[in-house]
């Protein structure tokens, strides 16, 4: 139920965010990403959305570059630790903030994960500003270096 209400929430806020959000949708499809070099960052973007069966969201495309960036999944915990690891490296939104709370008040067994994810995001070079479309030709692991991303902290291990 928890799960639920925390999918809901996203589905139907994250329109409102779209809206309000100040920001060009990129002109890359998902088509043209797989069509990258296969160790670039835009085709293992292509590739996360394929697996997934996602689409990418204009304007707030790089959420899913954080996902393949980290090596984040996508179930409800792994998007509540994402929201934790942008905190730690300084992303602020009245939206943000109200998924911390209600990650840590719904899922309270998860706060190990998400404090490791916090401070992920504190250790790492910033990142939650930086336009991704530009890199998305550069090798994936060259973008990680940039970024000091180390991609194997994140999971939840119980």
Known sequence: MRRKL????????????????RKDAWTIN????????SN????ALGAFLAQHGFSMVPKVEE???FHVL???GTEVEDELALQFLCYGNGKWSLYLVGSLGLGLFLFPEYYRYFWE????????RPFT??????LLELPLDTVRASLAIRTNLI???G
């Open 6 to 21: 925390i999918l809901w929430l996203f589905e139907n806020t994250r329109k409102m965010y779209v809206k309000v959000k």
């Open 155 to 157: 999971g939840y291990k």
């Open 30 to 37: 998902q088509g043209e990403l797989l069509t990258l070099p």
């Open 117 to 124: 994810s916090y401070q992920r995001g504190r250790q790492c």
């Open 70 to 72: 980290f090596n984040i």
């Open 40 to 43: 670039s960052l835009g085709y």
């Open 63 to 65: 959420h899913d570059v």
């Open 129 to 134: 500003n930086t336009d991704f479309r530009p």
